[in-house]
């Protein structure tokens, strides 16, 4: 059985960071591209962050280029998303997401999914 499982999140405020893991089990998720994606209530889920499987590759958006950081260890089946000079509307619920079903990682279409995990920044 797949698992993607989350850690990591909670509340900080403005300015602080947060670190998430994505840890893999029943899977070799070292083979896989890797994505994080965020949703609030009522709107899509939104793509924040992808790595390559080898981690020679990594793409986000300007809305937090420059302040995350998405890297991974293979060897421990884990990807991590680093968020420094977090802001208010970072807040969100955060997923990772892993095997890509299609070629653009900015497409929430992966095969698994983590539990989701809350990062709430106050101002």
């Known amino acids: 059985q797949v698992q993607l499982v989350q850690s990591g999140g909670g509340l900080v405020q403005a300015g602080g960071s947060l670190r998430l893991s994505c840890a893999a089990s029943g899977y070799t998720a070292s083979y896989s591209d890797v994505g994080w994606f965020r949703q609030t209530s009522g709107k899509e889920r939104e793509f924040v962050a992808a790595?390559?499987?080898?981690?020679?590759?990594?793409v986000m958006p300007g809305s937090v280029k420059g302040r995350f950081t998405i890297s991974r260890d293979n060897a421990k089946n884990t990807v991590y998303l680093q968020m420094n000079s977090l802001k208010p509307e970072d807040t969100a619920v955060y997923y990772c997401a892993a095997d890509p079903t299609g070629t653009d990682p900015h497409v929430p279409s992966y095969k698994y999914w983590g539990q989701g995990t809350q990062v709430t920044v106050s101002s």
């Open positions: 790595i390559s499987w080898s981690g020679g590759r990594t």
